[in-house]
Nanobody, 117 residues
Framework: QVQLVESGGGLVQAGGSLRLSCVVS????????MGWYRQAPGKQRELVAT???????NYADSVKGRFTISRDNTKNTVYLQMNSLKPEDTAVYYCNAHAVISKIDYWGHGTQVTVSS
């Protein structure tokens, strides 16, 4: 059974920081591209950041220079360090795993991030 369990969300003031974590089980983590997505109320889910199984990273323009995605293959965990948070970063943040061999996508249940002004 594949599980992606996010944690680290919460309420923070603008300018503050949060670190999201996503622990993955049931798939070969080191052969999975990992990503963070977010969905704000009334909006579509959007990509925030990705890290490939080889370590390459990609960021949405809106978070470049503020967010950092990283992975620890020894812990089957992907992180999202979020600094200089803005009210527009408020959303439910979802962890995604894309298994490179099977090309199947898996999703976590999400963690709420709320940034107050």
């Amino acid at each position: 059974q594949v599980q992606l369990v996010e944690s680290g969300g919460g309420l923070v003031q603008a300018g503050g920081s949060l670190r999201l974590s996503c622990v993955v089980s049931g798939i070969i983590f080191r052969l999975s591209d990992m990503g963070w997505y977010r969905q704000a109320p009334g909006k579509q889910r959007e990509l925030v950041a990705t890290v490939t199984f080889g370590g390459g990273t990609n960021y949405a323009d809106s978070v470049k220079g503020r967010f950092t995605i990283s992975r620890d293959n020894t812990k089957n965990t992907v992180y999202l360090q979020m600094n200089s948070l803005k009210p527009e970063d408020t959303a439910v943040y979802y962890c995604n795993a894309h298994a490179v061999i099977s090309k199947i996508d898996y999703w976590g249940h999400g963690t709420q991030v709320t940034v107050s002004s």
